[in-house]
């Protein structure tokens, strides 16, 4: 398949790499799209393509940026099929992340959750990157495949909406019962924030 | 803030420069600032399901 012959050993050195940051794409997708079982769908997806380019993977390079991008090109391909439309999975665990002084309600793990996923999909992703996934502007840049400027500006942006939201408590709420409703409003506010919608301010 | 992703090889520097696990983060942290990683890392801790290590385990194999 490639010039260089891999070994064995290579492909152990490559496998037992790849196994390691199966939790951090799990994590990824599970920011990006939201619900679980796509999110696993879309992991095994990434290691499956992964596993096939892995002559292309350089070894001591971070595997985690390198799997991240594979996934995130995997995710932005079924996002244009409209496969993945933000939605929301009630399985996140209900943690009480902070109660911000004179609010009646705690902020949950939940809500931040909901507010990410109203968030544009770029803004989404960057703030995914820098703020949960510990990368660097200047990694994060080239995960997406653009510049640390423009990574900068994402995830100030998003930044700034999460803060309006969490901060001012101005949390989409889970309809009760009813998640096809739910779902819906989770569209419109991503339109709304992508610049699509008319009506919702 | 110390609660970073537990057992994460991975993050070390490899080829690059090292990563900033909170550098960006700077300039404002508001109060949700670490739910985010907190919500990654909740995701990381979760067990594996066994479709993964089944799919890795075929990796092998199917070469």
Do not use: M, N
């Given at each position: 398949m490639s010039d260089h012959e891999r070994t064995a050993a290579d492909k152990a050195d490559f496998k037992r790499e790849l196994t390691e940051v199966v939790p951090h794409l799990r994590a990824f997708a599970r920011g990006l799209c939201g619900r679980a079982d796509m999110a696993d769908d879309l992991v095994q997806e990434t290691l499956l393509k992964a596993w096939a380019a892995q002559e292309r993977f350089q070894p001591g390079t971070s595997m985690r940026a390198w799997t991240f991008v594979i996934l995130r090109n995997a995710y932005l391909t079924d996002m244009r099929r409209n496969r993945f439309r933000g939605e929301y999975d009630e399985?996140?665990?209900?943690?009480?992340l902070t109660a911000p002084a004179g609010q009646e309600e705690p902020i949950h793990l939940s809500d931040m959750h909901r507010a990410l996923l109203t968030l544009p999909p770029e803004r989404r992703e960057a703030l995914l990157l820098v703020?949960?996934?510990?990368?660097?502007y200047e990694e994060a840049a080239t995960i997406c495949d653009c510049a640390v400027g423009t990574i900068k500006s994402r995830v100030g942006r998003a930044r700034a909406a999460l803060n309006a939201m969490l901060a001012d408590g101005n949390i989409p709420k889970r309809s009760i019962g009813d998640s096809a409703a739910h779902r819906a409003i989770l569209q419109e506010l991503d339109d709304v924030a992508s610049g699509m919608g008319s009506s919702r301010s | 803030m110390s609660s970073d992703t537990p057992n994460t090889p991975q993050r070390a520097p490899a080829g690059g420069p090292p990563p900033h696990?909170?550098?960006?983060?700077?300039e404002q942290d508001p109060d949700w600032a670490n739910g985010l990683r907190q919500l990654y890392d909740s995701v990381v801790e979760e067990p594996l399901p066994d479709s993964f290590q089944d799919l890795l385990d075929k990796l092998d194999v199917k070469d």
């Open positions: 399985t996140v665990a209900e943690r009480v703020g949960a996934g510990g990368f660097s | 696990p909170s550098a960006p983060g700077k």
